[in-house]
Nanobody, 111 residues
Framework: QVQLVESGGGLVQAGGSLRLSCAASGIIFSIRAMGWYRQAPGNQRELVAT???????NYADSVKGRFTISRDNAKKTAYLQMNSLKPEDTAVYYC?????WGQGTQVTVSS
């Protein structure tokens, strides 16, 4: 059974940083693409960033240059480093792989 567990969310002031982690189990992590999505109240869930098994990355325009997605195959963990956070980054952040979602972690950025 695939399980994704996010951690690292919290409250931060604008301009601050957070690092989210997504620990995976029940999958051969090294061959899976991983992704981060977010959903703000009243909005649809949207793509933030993805990383392929080979390490190629893709980002939403709104986070390019501020967020970095990475992975550690030995730890079966994906990361999202978020710098220069803005109030509009406030959302629940979800980890994703192959039709499986984590439970989400809240990120709140105060102005």
């Amino acid at each position: 059974q695939v399980q994704l567990v996010e951690s690292g969310g919290g409250l931060v002031q604008a301009g601050g940083s957070l690092r989210l982690s997504c620990a995976a189990s029940g999958i051969i992590f090294s061959i899976r693409a991983m992704g981060w999505y977010r959903q703000a109240p009243g909005n649809q869930r949207e793509l933030v960033a993805t990383i392929t098994s080979g390490g190629s990355t893709n980002y939403a325009d709104s986070v390019k240059g501020r967020f970095t997605i990475s992975r550690d195959n030995a730890k079966k963990t994906a990361y999202l480093q978020m710098n220069s956070l803005k109030p509009e980054d406030t959302a629940v952040y979800y980890c994703w792989t192959s039709n499986c979602w984590g439970q989400g972690t809240q990120v709140t950025v105060s102005s």
